[in-house]
């Protein structure tokens, strides 16, 4: 084949990953409106009742070969993915309430599918947490851990990992906490040696977000960022990723708002459109909501989906398209809506020499709905790279950016934002490991 719409006829052997056996632990940090969202949706499908619905993992397909191949299998049954059958769930949260009572709380989920799933979300009942209010103001937890020092508290979730491990075969944890203040990384953030110092000196750098992934990592457990926290994107984190084979990702499901930026904007880039100006809305009256209507973390959010744009559009290659976008993101905390989030933007774009255009988009989603795929799909792929030899020990999974808001990457690599770019990234990573031949779409040989 010289010119073919599949390359990288893989030269290296590559070893595949091992199969998903036994048992698949997932420790959730926050049984809030997602995570509940999630969980009971794992078991209405087990169950029957309904169909997982936004998860790549169990409906999406994966084209391999040719076109005129004709094979596209699941996903599930190409890549050695854990069984919905095989999941166990358990988790923390700052209040007492067991998954049942917190989705009906959450409001997310209707009461008839509750009801039918009531006797299995009861079973699952919130650790104590690690918890520090001065990190979200907006909460006042009681059901929480107490130590002499964050280090303390650190050892206290290795021992709910430890025990959790013996009732399962692997395991992964995920944050669908709330939304810390904004951090920046500073000294104790830099390497394992004084992340650990920082840990008996308690360090006001340090988050319990960054206390929970410590124990994870130090544990060995892959762990999944959801929220736009700092947590696992420093480098003390980083390092024990590596050291100890347990791969990360974040930050900040990409759901609604952003997943509708991240396709809009590489459209208007690829047509050499301009954008002078993208005003972005929200309404929300969930907890998640009313943690954001604090300053401090919302601070953390809009930094969080401010990036975005700057990245697909690349003003520095494009000064004449991008250079003088006034872009502004607004979240108002507004009960009577609930879970079902209404995010409005406006866009002002301009065409062939300069002539302007608007374009308004108004999405009346539904915001747990929209995330509990995402954060289901990133704990199977975070189990699946945890065994496979190549992505094992790399620390941040890239590949996974298809999910996230605010993509990690190692240190001087700008993040990839499209979404478009971001799937073919995934569907190739998993080409890859299986022992593939990757598309890149080039398709001469069909002309030959
Ligand atoms: N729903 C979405 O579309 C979406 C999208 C992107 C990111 N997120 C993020 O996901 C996170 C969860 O969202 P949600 O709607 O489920 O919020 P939520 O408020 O319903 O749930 C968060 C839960 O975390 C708990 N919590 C807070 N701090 C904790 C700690 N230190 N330890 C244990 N539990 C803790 C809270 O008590 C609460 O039950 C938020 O940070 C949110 O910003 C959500």
Redesign the pocket.
Known sequence: MSATEQSGSQTAKIEKPSPAKGKLGIMV???????TTMIAGVEAVRRGLAKPIGSLTQMGTIRLGKRTDNKSPLVKDFAPLADLNDIIFTG????EDNVYE?AAH?KVLEKETLQQLKPYLETIKPLP???DQYY?KR?H?THVKKGKNKKDLAEQVRTDIQNFRKTVDRVVMIW????EIFLEPTAVHQSIAAFEKGLESDDPGIA??QIYAYAALTEGVPFAN???NLTVDCPAMIELSKKNGAPICGK??K??QTFMKTVLAPAFKARLLGVSGWYSTNILG???GE??DDPESFKT?EESKLGSLEYIFQPELYPDLYKNIFHKVRINYYPPRGDNKEGWDNIDIFGWLGYPMQIKVDFLCR??I??APIALDLVLFLDLAQRTPSLKNIGIQEWLSFYL?SPQTREGLYPEHDLFIQSMKLKNTLRHIMGADLITHLGLEYYD
């Not at 940090?29 to 995570?35: D, E, Q, S």
């Not at 923390?92 to 209040?95: A, E, K, P, R």
């Not at 669908?176 to 939304?179: K, L, M, R």
Request: contains cysteine.
């Open positions: 940090v926050g049984l809030g409106a997602v995570a923390w949260d700052i209040f917190s959450a947490a690690v918890f979200v909460l937890g669908c906490g709330s939304t319990p977000s959801g929220a736009p900040d499901f759901t609604g969930n907890r998640d943690v954001l959010k915001d747990s929209l995330a808001k």
